[in-house]
């Protein structure tokens, strides 16, 4: 099983009309890493909000932004390489099937809708973890399971909050010891207790 460790900075929260502003991502087997701006899909100017949390201006995407056929592709091409070495791919975001794998799929249909169905045997192998449901199997008692909480519990210095590489690298160390917790409790990363999480 190959793991991606991903993120996307997003022009909104909401998963089904915003904008991909940035992406992020690790391979944790290979350490191999994709990352890039994106200039909006919708054209529209990201707000003061965003901003300010991300770091990340209009400015910055008009310059150094790919438009979004390019980073979408780019971003498929560097995950069907892996893919079709491995033939099989676990996709790991934080509320990442309320969030980022919503982007995801979107990302996938604009894709369709020009033309590049050369990914279609791969997005139908593909396996989605939420490790935010993870975090709430393996701590029960804890009253957030957010990223913050979970960096502050394993001790995890986030170098860039907020923006989609700083993320994905903070959420590599934070798995690792998701799944080191589950080999103290002699669970099975192969088995039921990830099946549990894992639905495409």
């Given amino acids: ?95 990442g099937s309320s969030f980022d794998d919503i982007f995801f799929k979107r990302m996938y249909r604009y894709l369709l809708g020009e033309g590049y169905s050369k990914y279609d045997e791969m997005m139908n192998s593909i396996q989605f973890v939420d490790s935010l449901l993870l975090c709430k199997l393996l701590h029960p008692d804890r009253y957030s399971h957010s990223m913050e909480s979970m960096c502050i519990l394993y001790n995890i210095t986030n170098e860039s909050a907020h923006r989609a590489m700083g993320d994905v690298d903070a959420l590599t160390i934070l798995w690792n010891h998701l799944m080191n917790k589950i080999k103290r409790k002699q669970m099975d990363t192969s088995g039921s207790y990830l099946r549990y999480l894992t639905y495409c």
């Fill in 1 to 95: 099983m190959v793991t991606i460790i991903y993120d996307f900075e997003t022009s909104g929260l909401n998963p089904y009309h915003e904008d991909v502003i940035e992406i992020g991502c690790r391979c944790i087997e290979t350490n191999e890493v994709f990352m890039c701006l994106v200039q909006p899909l919708s054209d529209r100017i990201i707000d003061e909000k965003v901003k300010e949390l991300t770091g990340i201006t209009n400015k910055m995407l008009k310059k150094e932004g790919l438009n979004p056929l390019d980073s979408y592709k780019s971003f498929f091409e560097f995950l069907y390489k892996i893919y079709i070495v491995n033939n099989d791919i676990t996709m790991v975001a934080h509320n």
